[in-house]
C-alpha cells in the first residue's frame, strides 16, 4: 500500500514550529475540556446537597426569627424545640410516635404549640404536609391550640381544626359534669322520697 505522506514530509511537518504549537493548544484545549466536565459532574452531584443545606439554614435563621415575632403578639415563649411521645394502636398493637414542635408559647392563661414555617409552600394551610402536621400536633399535645407563624409574610395566624377537634376537651367535661349532675339530681330525688316515706 503506497504511503499518503513520506516520513521525509512528517519530519519535515513535525519540524516546523507551528506545528508544535498547534500540538500545545490542543492538548491544553483537550485538558480544559476535561476539567470543565469533571467540574459540572461534582457540581451536579452536589446541588440538592447544597439546597438542602441551604433550606436547613434558612428554616433555622426563621425559627430564631420566629421568636421575636411570637413575643410581638404577646405571647410568652415556654420552650423551643419541644420533644413529645404518644402512643397510637394498629389492630390494638401499640406504636409510639415521637414528635418535635418549634415552640411551646403560652398567652391569657392558654398554652399553644407554634409550628415555624418558610418557603413559598409550607406556610400555607394548601399544602398537605403542613396541614397534617398540625393536626397531628393538636391531637397529641395537650394544648390549647396551634398557631402557624409564616416567616415569609412575617405573619402569626391560629389554626381551628373544627369542633371534632378543637371540642373532644370541652365533651368530655360535658359529659362528665352531666353525670355528677345525674348523681346530685338522682340523689336529691332518692333523699326527699325517703324524708317522706319516714314521715
Not at 503506497?2 to 508544535?20: C, G, T, V, Y
Not at 500545545?24 to 459532574?41: D, E, M
Not at 414542635?101 to 394548601?126: F, N, Q
Request: proline residues 2%; charged residues 25%; positive net charge.
Amino acid at each position: 500500500m503506497k504511503r499518503l505522506i513520506s516520513q521525509q514530509e512528517i519530519n519535515r511537518i513535525m519540524a516546523h514550529p507551528a506545528f508544535w504549537q498547534v500540538l500545545g493548544v490542543l492538548c491544553v484545549s483537550i485538558l480544559c475540556l476535561w476539567v470543565i466536565v469533571r467540574f459540572w459532574r461534582w457540581w451536579v452531584s452536589g446541588s440538592d446537597e447544597r439546597a438542602l443545606k441551604r433550606r436547613q439554614r434558612r428554616a433555622f435563621r426563621a425559627e430564631e426569627d420566629a421568636a421575636g415575632v411570637l413575643r410581638a403578639h404577646g405571647y410568652t415563649v415556654i420552650s423551643d424545640q419541644v420533644e413529645h411521645s404518644w402512643t397510637i394502636h394498629q389492630n390494638g398493637e401499640p406504636f409510639e410516635v415521637d414528635l418535635r414542635a418549634d415552640y411551646l408559647v403560652s398567652r391569657g392563661g392558654k398554652r399553644y404549640i407554634a409550628e415555624v414555617k418558610s418557603g413559598m409552600c409550607a406556610p400555607s394551610l394548601s399544602t398537605a404536609a403542613t396541614r397534617r402536621q398540625l393536626l397531628e400536633y393538636r391531637v397529641a399535645y395537650n394544648v390549647d391550640g396551634i398557631l402557624l407563624v409564616d416567616m415569609e409574610a412575617v405573619e402569626l395566624s391560629r389554626v381551628d381544626f373544627g369542633d371534632r377537634v378543637e371540642g373532644r376537651e370541652i365533651s368530655s367535661r360535658g359529659t362528665f359534669l352531666g353525670v355528677v349532675m345525674g348523681m346530685l339530681v338522682g340523689g336529691s330525688v332518692v333523699g326527699v322520697y325517703m324524708f317522706l316515706y319516714l314521715l
